[in-house]
């Protein structure tokens, strides 16, 4: 392949990532106008996901659903409790084993995060149709699944 050939084509996943960063951006400075934690924009992701749990939460059950080392887990969890958006609860028994609760400031900082997130999307989608929408998400999906099966791919080669 020459530069010209690679140069004439349209990078997608160059594409999909300025977008993210521009969306996270925008998201970033609302919730920095709203006076909220730094912790909001980084790993806001993992505070909406203990908001959402109706089973008890424990740190060696996210290592394992996140595939995150076990020290940046830590480090985000440790960040949540000086924050004050989670406690780690004793669970009756076994003392050594702590429940991740989510305080009322998390659950207020996950709301005011996702209420960002949906006013960024609405700005972003402006006058864009919504089946438009449904054949980017259909799109979008579809190049993740290929992705996806190219890393199983590669990881088969690599095997050989």
């Not at 009756?92 to 005011?112: A, C, H, P, S």
């Not at 609405?122 to 099966?149: A, G, P, W, Y």
Request: proline share 2%; charged share 35%; net charge negative.
């Amino acid at each position: 392949m020459d530069h010209k050939e690679f140069d004439s084509r349209t990078h997608l996943g160059f594409l999909c990532d300025c977008l993210s960063r521009e969306v996270k951006n925008a998201v970033n400075r609302g919730l920095s106008d709203a006076k909220s934690c730094s912790t909001a924009s980084k790993n806001g992701w993992l505070l909406a996901y203990f908001v959402r749990q109706t089973e008890p939460i424990f740190q060696k059950d996210l290592e394992q659903i996140f595939h995150l080392p076990k020290s940046t887990l830590a480090d985000i969890i440790q960040i949540f409790e000086k924050e004050e958006l989670i406690e780690k609860v004793p669970v009756d028994g076994d003392g050594r084993k702590k429940q991740i609760v989510v305080t009322d400031k998390g659950r207020e900082l996950n709301l005011t995060t996702e209420a960002k997130i949906m006013e960024v999307e609405d700005f972003m989608t402006d006058s864009i149709s919504e089946e438009d929408i449904e054949v980017v998400v259909k799109v979008l999906d579809k190049m993740q699944q290929n992705v996806r099966k190219y890393k199983s791919h590669i990881m088969l080669k690599k095997e050989d």
